[in-house]
Nanobody, 124 residues
Framework: QVQLVESGGGLVQAGGSLRLSCAASGRTFSTYAMGWFRQAPGKERVFVGTISWSGLSTYYANSVKGRFTISRDNAKNMVYLQMNSLKPEDTAVYYC?????????????????WGQGTQVTVSS
């Protein structure tokens, strides 16, 4: 079992940056691919990006490609989401999630474990 706790959210002006962190518990963390999703008020939870167990493969939603970067440190059981050039439309609750396979996944229902989420608000 994997438990996930996100941190690093907050209020930032458009064009600014934030780095989200996701702390994972569980000795099998390195065998899971990880993902970030976000949910804006009144909207469905959507895919943001994913990283393979090794960290060598990543994939991003078109809306964040070139601005967001996912990384992981298996030794520390941590996953990160570096968000640059933030836009007001990036405002959402951001969730870290773990999928029980080593390859990347963009499919929400494949993810087995979820964090509680962290709020990101981008002002114009």
């Amino acid at each position: 079992q994997v438990q996930l706790v996100e941190s690093g959210g907050g209020l930032v002006q458009a064009g600014g940056s934030l780095r989200l962190s996701c702390a994972a518990s569980g000795r099998t963390f390195s065998t899971y691919a990880m993902g970030w999703f976000r949910q804006a008020p009144g909207k469905e939870r959507v895919f943001v990006g994913t990283i393979s167990w090794s960290g060598l493969s990543t994939y991003y939603a078109n809306s964040v490609k070139g601005r967001f970067t996912i990384s992981r440190d298996n030794a520390k059981n941590m996953v990160y989401l570096q968000m640059n050039s933030l836009k007001p439309e990036d405002t959402a609750v951001y969730y870290c999630a773990a999928v029980p396979k080593r390859s990347i996944s963009t499919i929400l229902y494949e993810y087995e474990y979820w964090g509680q989420g962290t709020q990101v608000t981008v002002s114009s």
